[in-house]
């Protein structure tokens, strides 16, 4: 595998944009090719089972690109479908959950955390798994927030009633007197001016996709796949909807977005292994 | 085609179980094959050539199931698809957006008709079409309400959130007069009890629900398709979480449901001329 070929990011949609921005700005040599599933967005309401099948046609897809390693960027598909996928490729697949999962196990000082996502990923209990097992003192509560993605899509980033939606979802987790709260949803980050002011200055706002351009950046010298640079184009795919997606991207993204291409993900079998 | 062959209604998900309910009760002879796409829910946000693509391999799941009639119980598909799939297909196919338009034309006094729904059935601007169609005297204004479906899928049936959400989007529509408010989603009949305080007494809420199954009644009369009863078992299809969606499935419909099953959808290849 060359190192200059590229790296591919997805996600349900644009949430995951907010990761492909961390690794553009911390591995600026590296190249993306980004598919947003804007088809079937959100994922965080959907069967495991549904989240593996869309996650291994993309997977299959971005292969036909030639990518070099994989981040799942959507804390929903990391949480169900990255053990299964990541057993099926012999490149990289790395996801958001445990750089988010090993960054809140080292901040937490009372031992409480907290963790705001999808209701696939909070009932999957993932974080909780992967928090454990760095430091089983650590205790783990979870609450999933079905509205913050509408919320998000609607663009109401700062608007009243996000503000209370907010209120309503995260007091439970501030009554448990946490200290540290994961924005376990690649879209969270968007409404952090919201989420902040409502936790206060004693919790600590974990945002993995920062820590997930880390982990690439690790996993790439390991695997001694790293690229000197510069990079080449970013390339942006998506399965309904290129143009509104150009459009938002180009409001998330230090650099232009001049294309973005329709994808069929459907015509990609749902099977990964005979191309391995 | 045999009179006791059931009749196929699909919808995005569960909203059109709104629409089955008035099915039973309007022509309780007539047996429901349903089918809810919930892996790929919601479609209001989605674009033309998707909901097409995706009503086709619904059609072609139906037919499976020997329909002599579909009803696309879902406003966004009507609004996008309907047109293109009844052509395709040799048994009738219809919507609920023209028998919503037909109602609203007829109900209103002062000509000024207000439309709700999702984003992509108030951007097609098929229920200006059709009214203006049945009278172009009447002026019809459309919102986009994009919160509404997850306000409701999260059960804020009553919350003061979806009011509050409910005053921003309508507010707008009552600045204009209107007196007569189509509920343009499926979803929407949910928190009729919402959306009514808030438009007063003196504007009419049209369900296209109900008059979708009087449209029903007289297209299987004019076809000789009427089943003399009794109705078979109904049955629920879906493309992701079948228990889920029963449970809910249970506390709209007034039978039990039974069984509700899993369906492969995109296994259904997007192409109803071959078969037809």
Known sequence: MPCNAPIGVFDSGIGGLTVAREIMRQIPGETI????????????????KTIITYSRQIVKFLQTKNVKAIVIACNTASALALETVAKEVSIPVIGVVKPGAKVASMTTKNGNVGIIGTEATINSGIYNTYIKELNPEVRVYGKACPLFVPLVEE??????????????YISSLLEINIDTLVLGCTHYPLIRNIIGPIVGED???????YETAIELKQVLMQESLENAGPAGEHKFYVSDGADKFKRFANTILPCDVVETEDVNIESFADSLLASC
Do not use: M
């Not at 980004?34 to 959100?42: C, H």
């Not at 663009?155 to 309503?168: M, Q, S």
């Open 155 to 168: 663009g109401w980033l700062t608007d009243p009633v996000t503000v209370e939606v907010a209120k309503r």
């Open 203 to 209: 919790v600590t706002l974990v945002n993995p996709a």
């Open 33 to 48: 090719i980004y598919f947003g599933d804007t088809a079937r967005v959100p994922y965080g309401s959907k069967s495991q």
